[in-house]
């Protein structure tokens, strides 16, 4: 994939699939200390104990449609090819969570690419709420979509209020000169 | 620097579109979003569908998304289902060919042929000009 925010909307996918209801997403840009890291936790089913080690496996799946996943795989070798690592906990019944680490500089580091973009895709899945935390450095942006719901009701879903959201994001992104690369 | 305040005219804008989409019945628009459809370009097709919507003001338009179909090699792809009328299949999608699907298929109803999954003889063809030569 040619962006991280592809990756971390593929994980999202899994979460959904896994009946969450709440996805925390935290991006930190830690350039002081040459790292990125970002984090998706769910409070989706869970993986079995026995089965975490080997959602790593391309020929682990749990869908019905073939024998091969490659979500999860396809996100811990963008990791690895920049020195980085992907770690999986997992509590059955109460969610899991992703944590991938990379060298922020490595040449071989995806760019974030559009992350406003996958928010809002994810978004359109009205069961669905998203709690968004993006660092960079010292500096801190915020979106929760249950405040917005708090504002205009249950509905996220129309188009331009969907595009508004996604304004906002980028906007709040650039503010803290995060995103993109 | 957007506000909330500007939210919340756009809610009182689009609270009629609300009520009518509950009452009427909806063409829904869903585009695959597996593992393949986001690798092969899902998601600006998604983005572009969501956009052409809001621009032409329909509101009797639900875009959704789903898993993954089973025909990897055809991503992305978009299906258009209309109360009453059969599902209609579109692959290989780009956000430019989406655009014209909610045009022609979704607005005045006229199916986008050349951009359709056509199975002949039980066997899905990747390429339609192919067998119409």
């Known amino acids: ?181 | 620097m957007k506000t909330i305040k500007e939210l919340e005219e756009i809610r009182k804008k689009t609270l009629d579109v609300v009520n009518q989409r509950k009452d009427r019945t909806t063409t829904r628009i869903v585009v695959g979003m597996a593992t393949c459809g986001i690798a092969a370009g899902a998601r600006p097709v998604l983005l572009a569908i969501m956009d052409e919507v809001s621009k032409l003001g329909l509101s009797d338009v639900i875009v959704a998304q789903t898993g993954c179909i089973g025909l990897c090699r055809l991503e992305p792809i978009v299906e258009v289902i209309k109360p009453g009328e059969e599902k209609v299949t579109y692959i290989k999608m780009t956000p430019e060919k989406a655009r014209r699907i909610v045009k022609e298929h979704v607005v005045e109803g006229k199916v986008v042929d050349e951009y359709v999954m056509h199975v002949v003889d039980g066997k899905v063809l990747n390429d339609y000009s192919v067998q119409n030569d």
């Open chain 1, 1 to 181: 994939m040619r962006e991280l925010s592809l990756h971390i909307m593929d994980i999202i996918e899994n979460s959904i699939s896994a009946k969450a209801t709440l996805i925390c997403l935290e991006i930190i840009e830690d350039k002081n200390n040459d790292i990125l890291k970002i984090i998706v936790k769910d409070n989706g089913c869970g993986i079995d104990e026995q089965d975490i080690e080997r959602v790593k496996d391309p020929f682990v799946t749990s869908r019905k449609t073939r024998k091969v996943g490659l979500g999860i795989p396809l996100f811990e070798a963008a990791c690895l090819r920049c020195e980085g690592r992907l770690n999986i906990k997992s509590k059955k019944g109460k969610g899991t969570e992703i944590e991938a680490l990379m060298k922020y500089s490595h040449i071989d580091r995806a760019p974030l690419g559009r992350i406003e973009d996958t928010i809002v895709s994810i978004l359109l899945y009205p069961q669905l709420d998203i709690e968004y935390r993006h660092v960079v450095n010292d500096k801190e942006f915020i979106f929760d979509s249950r405040e917005i719901k708090k504002v205009i009701g249950e509905d996220l879903t129309l188009p331009n209020i969907l595009q508004w959201i996604k304004e906002y994001i980028k906007e709040g992104i650039e503010e803290i000169g995060g995103g993109v690369y």
